[in-house]
């Protein structure tokens, strides 16, 4: 490799300077060294692995020199200390070749078993952010170093010139260059450590590279439209069916196309590129999360599709008797449920959630003379009736949507009332009774 690192040595000028009876003598004692190269380079850093900093960091140089080098006393310095690894006697790195070093148990936990097993492994400890490692030769000398982050929080031991980008999680930071300025030199990329064997893959497990091809089906599926009231929300008007008309297009071929919702389907209408189908939605379709789906076969492949809606709670009743008339200062009224007879008062839940009713009533009069409303008995119940108040008394009688209940009423005014038409208002209030 060209560019070898530049190991610095430091240089000076040796000025002896001699006053002697006025005279000046001066002696100038100039060395100068020719610089060292380094043939050893840190060529990829593995500092931040996916599954585990203990046992899955990893650091591989490379030896761009004509001869084998020994490593025998060369350590890594690394922000948790000055020898956080040191290099076997054993350690040789051969002329064009690599040597693997890596964290304590990297065999059994690397990221993926393929990667290639470290010629050494020692305990590493190498910081994600604002760090970076060393390698020192026997006499401490800084042989190559590489960073990443910023280079205000890192020793200036620990990068060259400027400190790389941080690699992504799982990536290594990988050597391009040889500048010697680590920001320019070093990029993120998948990680390629090769052993002192030349092996970037470990030779005892075996790979298969598999890519699949997913194709987006669903594109042959376009603007589908719903009418929404607000927001993806359909509000259903009490006691009615509202129409959902679900359309869509499609350039291609489709088969079987089905649509649904709420666990119905059918068939849609097609003109041409366009299919629709008109939903019918029941005023008693419990409020939720739901969604109209497309199914469809395009060359046999199944292809579907959907829009998430909500519908929304409604709360509604209806009386099928909007006056009762009493013809005597004593009478009795009984409901049923059914709501088309015309003089036996029911009320029907006609939103979609259950519901409990507030029963309240002012007090009787005829414009002149009034009677307390406890002379009226009101009940859901026939059995279990009881005087009507100003003051709203709760039923909880869980009326289910679309369920009708009967409405029982006693009157019994007191003997001496004044002859007259007196008249007031049962006041219903629907509450949820959920």
């Known amino acids: 490799m060209e560019n070898k690192k530049t190991v610095r040595k430091f240089y000076g000028y040796l000025v002896l300077v001699s006053f002697l ?16 190269y380094a043939d050893i380079y840190i060529s990829e850093v593995l500092y931040n692995p996916f599954i585990t900093e203990s046992g899955g960091e990893a650091v591989e140089l ?22 956080d690894a040191t290099f076997p006697d054993s350690a040789i790195i051969q002329p064009g070749g690599y040597y693997l070093i890596a964290d304590s148990n990297w065999q059994e936990k690397k990221d993926f078993p393929t990667y290639a097993s470290a010629d050494h492994e020692e305990s590493i400890t190498m910081k994600n952010t604002d760090s970076g490692v060393a390698l020192l030769d026997e006499s401490g000398n800084v ?36 500048t010697g300025n680590n920001n320019e030199d070093f990029i993120s990329a998948e990680p390629e450590l090769v052993n002192s064997a030349g ?42 069916v509202k129409q959902i008309l679900l359309s869509f297009q499609s350039q291609e071929n489709l088969d079987d ?28 379709t419990s409020p939720g999360n739901y969604s ?15 829009v998430s809606v909500e519908i929304l709670p409604v709360m509604a009743f209806s009386l099928d008797l909007s006056e009762i008339n009493c013809y005597d200062k004593s009478c009795i009224i009984d409901g049923d449920d ?37 002379n009226i008995l009101f009940s859901f119940d026939s059995s279990d009736k009881n005087p009507l108040h100003y003051e709203p008394k709760l039923y909880h009688v869980d009326l289910q949507p679309e369920s009708t209940l009967p409405l029982f009423l006693e ?6 009332t004044v002859p007259g038409d007196y008249s007031t208002q049962i006041i219903f209030m629907g509450v949820s009774g959920e």
């Open 21 to 36: 009876h006025f005279s000046l003598c001066v002696v100038v004692l100039s060395i100068n060294i020719q610089p060292a």
């Open 62 to 83: 490379y030896n761009s020199g004509d001869e084998a080098m020994s490593l025998s006393g060369y350590t890594l310095a690394t922000a948790s200390s000055i020898a």
């Open 143 to 178: 042989i190559d170093a590489v960073g990443w982050g910023d280079k205000n929080n890192i020793d200036q031991i620990l990068y060259s010139i400027e400190p790389s980008n941080y690699s992504d999680n799982g990536y290594s930071l990988k050597r391009t260059s040889f």
């Open 199 to 240: 092996l970037s893959r470990d030779a005892a497990t075996g790979a298969l590279d598999l890519t699949i091809h997913v194709e987006d089906l669903s594109s042959y599926i376009q603007n589908i439209s719903l009418p929404f009231d607000i927001d993806n929300k359909i509000s259903i008007f009490p006691g009615s």
């Open 257 to 284: 196309i089905e649509v649904s919702f709420n666990g119905f389907s059918a068939s849609p209408e097609r003109n041409e590129t366009h299919y629709y189908y008109v939903f019918s939605l029941d005023f008693h």
């Open 292 to 306: 109209f789906d497309i199914l469809a076969l395009h060359d046999g492949t199944e292809i579907n599709s959907s």
């Open 338 to 374: 059914d709501i088309y007879t015309t003089d036996k008062p029911t009320i029907r839940n006609i939103g979609n959630v259950p519901l409990d009713f507030n029963v309240y009533a002012d007090n009787l009069t005829d414009g002149s003379n009034s009677l307390n409303t406890d």
């Open 411 to 416: 009157i019994d005014l007191p003997s001496d």
